[in-house]
C-alpha cells in the first residue's frame, strides 16, 4: 500500500530533488518556478477545503471548532492555464456535501464544490 502523501508534499519533495541535483542551473531554476506556481496554486486549494470543511486533513468533525458534514475523498486531476502553459493540480474531492456547505441527503456525493481559487483566470 502506497504512503497517503497530499499533493502539496509531493510537489515540495521534487522542488527538494530540483535542487539537491546536479543539473544545469537555468534550467533547474525553471523547472522549480514551475512548480513553485503548482505549489501556490494546490496550497490555495487545501487551504479553501480546510476552511470549507472547518477541520484539517485527518482531524474528525468532533475535535473541530465549527466542522461541517462532509469529508474529503482523494483528489482529481485538474488543468489550469497559465501563460507558461499548463499546470496541473490534485482538486480535492469531497463527499457528503452540496453547494453553500449543506450536508447532502443521506450523505450523498459531493455536489458543487469547485473552489475559487479555479474560477479566477491564472496569470501565472
Do not use: H
Not at 10 to 21: P, V
Not at 72 to 86: A, C, V
Amino acid at each position: 500500500m502506497t504512503a497517503r502523501v497530499s499533493p502539496t508534499e509531493r510537489i515540495r519533495a521534487q522542488i527538494d530533488e530540483l535542487f539537491a541535483s546536479e543539473g544545469d542551473l537555468g534550467q533547474v531554476l525553471e523547472e522549480v518556478a514551475r512548480l513553485a506556481t503548482r505549489l501556490l496554486l494546490q496550497t490555495a486549494l487545501e487551504a479553501e477545503v480546510t476552511e470549507f470543511l472547518g477541520r484539517t486533513r485527518y482531524e474528525r468533525r468532533a475535535g473541530a471548532d465549527e466542522p461541517r458534514e462532509g469529508s474529503r475523498n482523494g483528489y482529481s486531476p485538474l488543468t489550469i492555464k497559465t501563460t507558461t502553459g499548463p499546470v496541473t493540480l490534485g482538486r480535492p474531492k469531497l463527499r457528503g456535501t452540496v453547494p453553500g456547505g449543506r450536508p447532502a441527503p443521506g450523505g450523498g456525493p459531493a455536489r458543487g464544490f469547485w473552489p475559487a481559487v479555479c474560477a479566477v483566470p491564472c496569470l501565472l
